[in-house]
């Protein structure tokens, strides 16, 4: 069929600039360079160009520019051209619109309209070069109280399973197969490096993987792809996956191209199906259910380590965390609207959820009054992007926060959207071996702690600004966030105060 | 104590009574994984959870009683025997090793299993069979001998069910419906009356193959070696064999 769609992008390409070297038609994914030897030209089909900007950054004379394709429809407030072109798409197709990364739509960013404190004159700043500024965290139920030996001075209570981590900042889920096994190796390394965790997300932990487990989160989703004992007992936390920010309510298909023998034998499947994960898991039909399985997994790793459940933020996220709480969990990680995902539907992935900011605010408050908020840690996802995100969740009541879109921004992700494809020209969101390899885990895992090692001084900074030495006392702290054009009833939810006030 | 099992020389007996699921369980764990006993006769059970759940070595547990929920989760190498009904979730992600119920089951037996087998003498519950999975060279095995409730093979990737059907008076059908709803890989046979109606739209029906006997006269003697019976009379029904129409069943939802 005609296709009646007009491309999203134009290529402009310098001639004198040019050197035909076909670096460019060898690095994209999406084919839209080609090199005509006759003419010795190289042609570019501008209409598949996605926006990535590999050939861009990879051209060794700087000829290549992309910009969005100027092509106007006649104006027209409700007919946006996005809202043509996914009818045209669908009308071609029959089929649901997928995308990738998280959502795009200008619903009102939080973060953006909450400002931190800083001391002046009544309580002195920090100042973290000199002083010691302490980040750690530690992931895992506390207890209501704790008693001391006063013998021995030693601690009497015993505690549940604690994960210690360096920065409030975990590697949130991205399984093998929606990512490469460079990818994965590079997150598992880095967060190896700078004392945190990555997360398997549901597709297992490949074998080459293993040495870097005591840096995992194994997600058990209700695929249970890559999931046994082994898998149980070599993570450093596991994570029933209930829902994700990107698509709550609904599971995920790994199409079977994805599904290399690498893959396939990673999650326990033969190569080339699709794997299927479900919206609900099975066995979990309540909150009792839940539990069930929350006590499944202790039992198979023997009480010594965190169970969390991952959770998408919906309307009713607050009630729901309180059960989760109930059903035994240690730690709650909840992913918020913004959240992003390998392949999603489109119209799930723009409209379903809430931001996170309003849900963590919600779980935190909901928690605190029902006096059960030290019994879990809280693992904010969805959107996080600078360091000012991370300390303005903690300020709202996260033990730490997930990231994946700012991860993978490191890589060279240029959030074109077009993970489910699997064409990544930057070699990330692809089981490609000509495209994977582009990922190399050395390069990668510095690059990653580098951000880290980045946001961390930053947050140490801002910490020492607001005269305070220790994340601990910056955790649900709201009185340090004040609002900036938000209205009351935004305010009332997210627990600040206007500016000013 | 005792009814009707002989206790073997060298097993441990346990007496459940009353016991919390929690330290029964440490207690089964700590003699089997660090007490150098390999088989453990548990009397008196009754409800109690995650029996033999995320045992990791080829030892011997056999229950008298009802066992609870997640019987054998996550299970990697041991063989459990229950005299009685096994509730919920038995068998649940098994890696290897096999359960033998010598009696019914409840919901989801065997859900996700990727590896062993499980043998249930009566009936199961709903959606037995759930997302079977097999790869590695492991082919997990489902073995019911009466019949089962909706679901059956729901989401099935890999794997063997067989339904033997003998609960159910002579030629009644099946009451199940949905069965192999989004079924994608894997084989279920069904012993007696099924109709079209009564299956998922992904599944197909055939006679079975020479192959395809092989495999369910095997299962049906070691059936018969677990609960007694005669093979040659299961072997003499009408058998109809389920299999996937298609590899990736959701592959033209979308739109690329």
């Known amino acids: 069929m005609k296709s009646y769609l007009a491309g999203r992008f134009v290529i402009d390409r310098s001639q004198d600039r040019c050197i035909r070297c076909q670096v460019c038609v060898r690095q994209c994914g999406f084919e839209v360079h080609s090199y005509d030897t006759e003419d010795d030209e190289i042609i570019s089909s501008d209409n598949r160009c996605v926006g990535c900007h590999r050939c861009v950054v990879f051209c060794p004379t700087g000829a290549l520019s992309v910009r969005a394709n100027p092509l106007s429809y006649r104006a027209n407030a409700n007919w946006q051209p996005e809202a043509i072109e996914d009818v045209l798409k669908q009308a071609e197709t029959g089929g649901v619109l997928l995308t990738g990364m998280g959502n795009d739509k200008p619903y009102r960013i939080y973060w953006d309209h909450l400002v931190l404190n800083a001391s002046q004159v009544t309580n002195p700043s920090i100042d973290p070069l000199r002083e010691p500024m302490e980040l750690k965290t530690f992931i895992g139920a506390k207890p209501a109280r704790v008693e001391v030996d006063p013998a021995s001075g030693a601690l009497a209570t015993s505690m549940p399973p604690q994960v210690p981590i360096d920065v409030p900042i975990l590697f949130s889920a991205m399984s093998f197969g929606s990512i490469s096994l460079q990818v994965q190796e590079s997150l598992a390394r880095a967060a190896s490096g700078a004392g945190t965790l990555f997360n398997t997300g549901e597709g297992g932990l490949h074998r080459s993987l293993y040495r870097y487990a005591d840096h995992a989160v194994v997600q058990v989703a209700s695929g249970r792809f890559g999931v046994d004992a082994g898998y149980l007992e070599a993570g450093r936390m596991v994570e029933i996956k209930i829902g994700q920010g990107a698509k709550p309510g609904i599971g995920g298909h790994l199409p079977g191209e994805k599904v290399s023998a690498e893959v396939a034998a990673t999650r326990m499947i033969p190569p080339g199906t699709d794997a299927l994960s479900p919206a609900p898991h099975h066995d979990i039909y309540s909150i009792e259910d839940l539990a069930q399985l929350i006590f499944a997994l202790k039992e198979a790793t023997g009480y010594s380590k965190p169970v969390g459940v991952k959770i998408a933020a919906v309307h009713n996220v607050a009630a729901i965390a309180s059960g989760i709480v109930r059903a035994g969990a240690d730690y709650i990680a909840i992913d918020g609207l913004r959240g992003s995902t390998g392949a999603a539907p489109k119209v799930m992935r723009d409209h379903v959820g809430i931001p996170i900011e309003l849900a963590l605010a919600a779980v935190d408050t909901r928690l605190r009054q029902e006096g059960i908020r030290h019994r879990v840690s809280i693992i904010a996802a969805g959107g996080i992007r600078s360091s000012a995100d991370v300390l303005k969740a903690i300020a709202l009541g996260a033990d730490a926060v997930y990231i994946a879109t700012a991860a993978l921004v490191a890589l060279g992700c240029h959030v074109c959207q077009m993970c489910y494809t699997g064409k990544c020209s930057w070699g990330i969101a692809t089981q490609n071996p000509y495209l994977s390899r582009r990922v190399n885990p050395d390069i990668g895992a510095q690059r990653l702690a580098n951000l880290l090692r980045g946001w961390s001084h930053e947050i140490q900074e801002m910490l020492g600004g607001m005269g305070v030495n220790a994340l601990e006392s910056l955790r649900g702290n709201r009185l340090h966030l004040r609002a900036v054009g938000l209205t009351e009833h935004e305010m009332r939810v997210l627990g600040v105060r206007p500016a000013g006030e | ?256």
């Open chain 2, 1 to 256: 104590m005792a009814e009707g099992v002989a206790v073997a020389a060298g097993t441990l007996e346990i007496d459940a009574r009353g016991v919390y699921y929690r330290e029964l369980n440490a207690r089964v764990r700590t003699q089997l994984d660090g007490g150098g006993c390999t088989r453990v006769l548990i009397r008196n059970v009754c409800g109690q959870r995650y029996i033999g759940t995320g045992l990791r070595r080829p030892v011997r547990i056999e229950i008298e009683g009802t066992p609870g929920n997640d019987l054998g989760a996550f299970m990697d190498g041991p063989s459990i025997i229950v005299y009685g009904n096994a509730q919920d979730a038995c068998g649940n992600t098994l890696n290897s090793g096999e359960v033998i119920v010598h009696g019914r089951a409840g919901d989801i037996v065997g859900y996700s299993m990727r590896g062993g087998r499980v043998f249930v003498r009566d009936d199961v519950g709903y959606r037995a069979g759930i997302h079977m999975k097999e790869g590695g060279g492991r082919r997990p095995v489902l073995v019911i001998g009466g019949t089962a409730q909706p679901f059956l093979g729901e989401y099935m990737a890999g794997g063997v069910i067989l339904v033997l059907g003998l609960t159910m008076p002579p030629g009644e059908r099946h009451r199940a419906d949905f069965i192999g709803t989004g079924m994608h890989g894997g084989v279920i046979y069904l012993r007696g009356q099924v109709e079209g109606w009564q299956l998922g739209r992904e599944v197909g029906t055939a006679e079975l193959d020479e192959a395809d006997w092989r495999q369910v006269e095997a299962l049906v003697h070691d059936y018969v070696a677990c609960f007694g019976g005669n093979a040659g009379e299961i072997l003499s029904g009408q058998f109809t064999k389920l299999f996937p129409l298609y590899l990736r069943p959701y592959g033209n939802l979308y739109a690329y």
